[in-house]
Structures are given as structure tokens and as C-alpha cells.
């Protein structure tokens, strides 16, 4: 008689074949990217009405710095104290304060005061409205090195949390934001809990930002398109002779930075390419040999997601950036991460800029896998992972590149590259006469 004990063994192998098989079967296929996480909790937490909220700050003009809180009393003062030594304040600025209503919502006093002449590369200790914690900020440096944290579609997740944790372990001078920041999606709470989540890092280093789709909040004949995102992140639209906040231009540490709105008029009959125009024609590549530019929907992307979403901006502001011999370019909007080789009207070409989708900073949509094939001759990297990027501009002809997956540890880099000015390769020379021509045009 047969032992009948053989039956569940033999089942067993099977399972473990199967199982065997299922796990070479896994290993062949793509990585599986990880999927979204949860939206971040935010405990409810008593504090004085007067005490400071949300501060973050940005550059505000030469050797100045804007400083952004909030506060739930009313007459609270728009005044900070800073000074070099820890509670030791030997300045004042005075600001201004505005406020909004949403619906059913009100907001807070937002207060927007701007301190300086301030050293460059210098910590400062700072309090706002004589009241609450003391923050300190780093200034930027005068001259190169100077690096750049870069990371878009931020979001308030569990990957966003991870993003700003690594972005916290590398050295940077100011943080780049291509767009697309809160997704509070008309829930104005969430601008408030977005505004508590990142204020560790924002309160210490300038977010220099541009808006995207979800800063738009518009509601046909009840609301305007951007009036949180106009309240609540002041930028130094003024300082650079724009009529608006949905673009600017600053410069830092021999950096010309252009800050484009993707979703506000850029033909060339709009404000915003007449204002670009005027801000070409002021920038010196001597003094600023670096020219960078920012906005949301990506020119370059070989992504599935918003294919053909930046075409039109691109047909009417392309010929011009590149007429100007524009470095890089960051997008962000679809949530992968891809670089081009230096590109213009479609083709890779020695004196087009170099373009970067970054819109992979973790918030609940998830990431952006399908991609067009075969890949476009231009598209050098590209993939679905979250995480950010670092730009380091070493000196006038030389910057380093990398993009650090949240999978990872920060200082891993799943992609680098050095990147050559256009100063240096000729390109501004040989084009100076076609800019020149393009800018004087009526
Ligand atoms: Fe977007």
C-alpha cells in the first residue's frame, strides 16, 4: 500500500514551482514602479492666533529676501527682526499684508515683508511679527559654485515627504519649482497644510516658483484663475519690471533665470513675450553667463502623458529663447523625469538648450509610465521614478547635472551629466546679431 502522504508534498512542489516560475516571471518583466501614496495627515494644533504660519521665503531683487507667513490674528504687525547672531536682532523691515476669501473659506493674514541689503552667503537669524520660533536662512553666494534643488508637482503625499527629506540631505543654495505645488484643488485648508508641510526647508532656503494647472483654481464667473497661488507665493515680479505673477526673472550668482507662465498669454502680442522680450534684451552674459528657464508643460516630451500640451507656447517662444541662446529649460506637469541633449524645433542642435521634465515630486496623481517608442533622437533619459534633481553651476562654463530617485539614497545619482555653457561654445557670439534682430522687432 502507497504511503498517502506523497500528495500534499507533491503539492507543495508545485506551489513552489509556480511560485518559482511567478518570481523569474517578475524579474523579466519592467521594474514596477512604485504606486502613489497617501495625502500626508496634518494633526490640528493649537497655537497663539498671532504666531507665524507657514513661512517661506524667496529672493526679492538684488541682496534682498522676501519673507511669507501667516497669521490668524488680523492685526498681527508685517514686521521681521533679523541679524546675524541667534536672538540677537539688529534689523527691522516693515512689510504689507493681504488676505483672500474662497467660497466658504477666509484665509489668514498673509504677510510679505522683504529684508536686506543682506551679505551674500551669510546665515541670518530671523523672527516674524516680534512673535513665535526663531528661523535662519542662507543666503546665496556671490559667485559660482552655486547649486539648485529642483523639483516639481510636489503635492503633500508620503512621496512628497520622502522628495523634500532627500532634498534636506544635499547642500543647495535656492530650490527650483517648475509648477504645480499645493494640489489643494480648490480646498484652500490644503494651501495651509502645503504651507506647514514644506515651511522646515522653505523657511531657510528661497523657493523660487512658477505656477501650474493646479495653481489655477479658477471657477467660471465666480472665480479668477491663481488667487491663492498670487496670495500666498509672492515673487519678484516687480523687482523685474513684470506686471504679473505668473512671471519673472531673477539672478543669483552669475545666473539669469526666467520664470514663463504656461498658462497665461505668451503669443507675441501678449504681456507676458512683450515682458520677456524687455527681460532678454537687459540680461549681460558677461555678468550672467548662465541663462536658465522655467515653466510648467514641458516643450520635450516623449511621455504618453500630456503629449502635445506645450506645443503652442513652444511655436510662439521657442525661436525667441533660442535666438537668445537659452542653457536649460525645466518643466514639470507630466510625473516622470526625462533629458534631452540640446534640442530646438524638434532636433537635437549644438546651440538649443538642454530640456528637463521634473515633475516627478510626489504627489497622489502617481507617475507617468507610458512612453512614446521608439524614443525620440533627442530624448537622452528618460523614466517614471520620483525624486529631484540638482544643478550645480561649478563657473561660467561649467554645470553639473544629476536626478536622485526617492528609491535610492540621496547621494545615489541615477542620472548625471556635465553640461557646457553656451557662453563657451560660440553660441552667444554667433547668434547675437539674429537676437538682437529679434528683439528690436516690433
Ligand atoms: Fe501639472
Excluded at 36 to 48: I, T
Excluded at 71 to 97: C, F, I
Excluded at 175 to 195: I, K, M
Amino acid at each position: 500500500m502507497m504511503d498517502p502522504k506523497p500528495e500534499p508534498v507533491f503539492l507543495s512542489f508545485l506551489v513552489l514551482c509556480f511560485i518559482s516560475v511567478l518570481i523569474l516571471v517578475n524579474v523579466e518583466a519592467d521594474y514596477v514602479r512604485p504606486p502613489p501614496r497617501k495625502d500626508l495627515h496634518f494633526p490640528w494644533s493649537l497655537k497663539p492666533s498671532s504666531h507665524p504660519q507657514q513661512v517661506h521665503i524667496s529672493l526679492a531683487g538684488d541682496n534682498h529676501m522676501r519673507i511669507t507667513w501667516i497669521t490668524d490674528d488680523k492685526s498681527a504687525p508685517s514686521l521681521v527682526e533679523y541679524g546675524t547672531s541667534p536672538g540677537r536682532y539688529t534689523s527691522v523691515a516693515q512689510g504689507e499684508s493681504t488676505s483672500y476669501d474662497y467660497m466658504l473659506y477666509s484665509s489668514g493674514t498673509i504677510h510679505h515683508t522683504v529684508i536686506g541689503p543682506l551679505e551674500h552667503g551669510t546665515v541670518y537669524f530671523y523672527r516674524c511679527g516680534g512673535d513665535g520660533e526663531e528661523f535662519q536662512l542662507k543666503t546665496p553666494p556671490a559667485q559660482f559654485p552655486i547649486t539648485f534643488a529642483v523639483a516639481g508637482d510636489l503635492g503633500q503625499t508620503g512621496w512628497t515627504k520622502s522628495t523634500l527629506e532627500h532634498i534636506d540631505q544635499c547642500k543647495y543654495d535656492v530650490h527650483l519649482l517648475p509648477g504645480d505645488l499645493s494640489y489643494a484643488n480648490y480646498v484652500q485648508r490644503r494651501w495651509d497644510t502645503f504651507g506647514e508641510l514644506v515651511q522646515p526647508l522653505a523657511s531657510a532656503r528661497p523657493w523660487m516658483v512658477t505656477e501650474g494647472n493646479h495653481e489655477k483654481e479658477y471657477i467660471p464667473f465666480i472665480k479668477d484663475g491663481f488667487q491663492s497661488y498670487n496670495a500666498r507665493w509672492k515673487m519678484p515680479y516687480e523687482e523685474s519690471g513684470s506686471s504679473s505673477n505668473l512671471y519673472y526673472s531673477f539672478e543669483v550668482s552669475g545666473i539669469h533665470l526666467i520664470m514663463l507662465g504656461s498658462y497665461t498669454d505668451y503669443d507675441e502680442y501678449s504681456d507676458q513675450y512683450r515682458w520677456l522680450k524687455a527681460d532678454l534684451s537687459k540680461v549681460d552674459r558677461k555678468k550672467t553667463p548662465w541663462l536658465v528657464v522655467l515653466f510648467h508643460v514641458p516643450w520635450y516630451n516623449s511621455n504618453k502623458a500630456h503629449q502635445g500640451e506645450g506645443d503652442q507656447m513652444m511655436a510662439a517662444m521657442e525661436p525667441l529663447l533660442y535666438a537668445a541662446s537659452v542653457d536649460l529649460v525645466f518643466a514639470g506637469h507630466v510625473h516622470a523625469y526625462e533629458r534631452s541633449k540640446r534640442v530646438n524645433n524638434g532636433r537635437s542642435d549644438r546651440c538649443g538648450a538642454v530640456h528637463i521634465t521634473i515633475g516627478d515630486g510626489g504627489n497622489g496623481e502617481g507617475l507617468a509610465h507610458k512612453y512614446k517608442n521608439p524614443q525620440p533622437e533627442w530624448s537622452e533619459f528618460r523614466e517614471a521614478s520620483f525624486g529631484h534633481g540638482e544643478l550645480k553651476m561649478v563657473n561660467s562654463t561649467h554645470a553639473f547635472w544629476s536626478w536622485h530617485r526617492n528609491d535610492d539614497d540621496e547621494p545615489v545619482r541615477s542620472d548625471q551629466i556635465w553640461i557646457t555653457s553656451l557662453v563657451s561654445s560660440g553660441c552667444v557670439a554667433e547668434k547675437g546679431y539674429e537676437l538682437r534682430k529679434m528683439l528690436l522687432a516690433p
